[in-house]
């Protein structure tokens, strides 16, 4: 019998990405699965059309589903789908509410990478999560358009493409901008690199700082499309940014990450997989990481030591171990 299954996932992008990591044990404890994932409308687009996924709903905690008559409207909308069985990893009361089976996150240490909780909600019901992880399916046709852009853009297809996200939602995330195009510059003179630098809504003026410090101009992505973002991501051979959204997709389509650590923790929410790299300063202020926390850039020094004492040479090295990596049989 059809196993309808619905998956309490997340409103920020980077987390609604890693909670794709129950996809596939669930596929297989669950051969006739129709699995639904409840998100925040801005983690929407990338998984609606996610082949992976049979359905897609919003959960909306800032407009419709605000407060409690909106939890009310949302819980009896998904009552009327009659799901089987609930995996709640936001930990919500509202999914105790559904009227189906009810799998929670299991309580133990904190500081674990949120995968490692996901999965194990799984485990203890007895799903078997070997190799499980987070992963967003794309189609030829994505894949067809982000190579039709980097061919417009002047890309050859023998050319070393990386990828460069120098933004964040927090500013106590972010390395420096005049370190990133140091990187840049770097790679372009020595590796001949192809440099995708990468923006969101809120950050053209600080991609158009790295650009106007770069001396090759970089490809701009200002896309909002974050099925065409992920496509563009998958297609670069190393991925180099903060703590944000893209760094998870970047882990997501396969794509080697250098992910850059020092306010947030990285035990907790990394890049996931062995074939990434975190870098961090190792400077201890004795209050890093301060997220998450209870007062998190609570300093208000507008900026973090931790995070910006990592160096241009770090990251350069890391690109190369990486590259090596790709090359050894």
Same mark, same amino acid.
């Given at each position: 019998?059809?196993?309808?299954?619905?998956?309490?996932?997340?409103?920020f992008i980077g987390d609604a990405v890693l909670s794709t990591s129950?996809?596939?044990?669930?596929?297989?404890?669950?051969?006739?699965?129709?699995?639904?994932?409840?998100?925040?409308?801005?983690?929407?687009?990338?998984?609606?059309?996610?082949?992976?996924?049979?359905?897609?709903?919003?959960?909306?905690?800032?407009?419709?589903?605000?407060?409690?008559?909106?939890?009310?409207?949302?819980?009896?909308?998904?009552?009327?789908?009659?799901?089987?069985?609930?995996?709640?990893?936001?930990?919500?009361?509202?999914?105790?509410c559904i009227g189906a089976e009810h799998w929670g996150l299991v309580?133990?240490?904190?500081?674990?990478?949120?995968?490692?909780?996901?999965?194990?909600?799984?485990?203890?019901?007895?799903?078997?999560?070997?190799?499980?992880?987070?992963?967003?399916?794309?189609?030829?046709?994505?894949?067809?358009?982000?190579?039709?852009?980097?061919?417009?853009?002047?890309?050859?297809?023998?050319?070393?493409?990386?990828?460069?996200?120098?933004?964040?939602?927090?500013v106590y995330k972010l390395w420096d901008a005049a370190d990133y195009? $140091?990187?840049?510059? #770097? !790679?372009?003179?020595?590796?001949?690199?192809? &440099?995708?630098?990468?923006? *969101? /809504?809120?950050?053209?003026?600080?991609?158009?700082?790295?650009?106007?410090?770069?001396?090759?101009?970089?490809?701009?992505?200002?896309?909002?499309?974050? $099925?065409?973002?992920? #496509? !563009?991501?998958?297609?670069?051979?190393?991925? &180099?940014?903060?703590?944000? *959204? /893209?760094?998870?997709?970047?882990?997501?389509?396969?794509?080697?990450?250098?992910?850059?650590?020092?306010?947030?923790?990285?035990?907790?929410?990394?890049?996931?997989?062995?074939?990434?790299?975190?870098?961090?300063?190792?400077?201890?202020?004795?209050?890093?990481?301060?997220?998450?926390?209870?007062?998190?850039?609570?300093?208000?020094?507008?900026?973090?030591?931790?995070?910006?004492?990592?160096?241009?040479?770090?990251?350069?090295?890391?690109?190369?171990?990486?590259?090596?990596?790709?090359?050894?049989?």
């Amino acid at each position: 019998m059809l196993k309808k299954i619905l998956v309490f996932s997340f409103s920020f992008i980077g987390d609604a990405v890693l909670s794709t990591s129950v996809i596939q044990p669930l596929r297989r404890h669950f051969s006739d699965a129709h699995i639904t994932f409840l998100v925040g409308p801005r983690a929407f687009d990338l998984l609606a059309t996610d082949s992976n996924i049979d359905a897609t709903l919003i959960y909306d905690n800032r407009g419709e589903h605000a407060g409690w008559r909106g939890r009310l409207r949302l819980v009896k909308a998904l009552r009327r789908d009659k799901f089987d069985l609930v995996v709640n990893l936001r930990d919500s009361l509202t999914a105790r509410c559904i009227g189906a089976e009810h799998w929670g996150l299991v309580r133990g240490e904190s500081n674990r990478h949120a995968v490692t909780r996901y999965l194990e909600a799984l485990q203890k019901r007895g799903v078997d999560i070997t190799d499980a992880h987070p992963h967003l399916q794309l189609v030829e046709a994505e894949q067809t358009a982000a190579h039709g852009f980097l061919a417009e853009a002047g890309v050859k297809s023998e050319q070393l493409l990386i990828g460069i996200h120098p933004g964040g939602n927090w500013v106590y995330k972010l390395w420096d901008a005049a370190d990133y195009a $140091r990187v840049a510059n #770097a !790679l372009v003179e020595k590796r001949n690199a192809a &440099i995708l630098l990468f923006a *969101g /809504p809120n950050e053209r003026k600080l991609q158009a700082q790295v650009a106007q410090m770069m001396d090759v101009p970089p490809i701009l992505v200002q896309t909002e499309n974050l $099925r065409h973002l992920a #496509a !563009l991501i998958s297609a670069c051979d190393v991925y &180099i940014g903060n703590d944000t *959204g /893209p760094m998870h997709i970047a882990a997501a389509v396969d794509t080697p990450v250098v992910a850059l650590f020092g306010s947030t923790n990285h035990i907790r929410s990394g890049p996931y997989g062995e074939k990434h790299t975190v870098l961090q300063s190792g400077i201890d202020l004795g209050c890093n990481p301060c997220h998450p926390g209870r007062n998190p850039g609570g300093c208000g020094v507008g900026s973090c030591e931790v995070i910006a004492g990592i160096t241009v040479e770090q990251v350069l090295d890391a690109v190369t171990h990486i590259l090596q990596r790709a090359v050894v049989p």
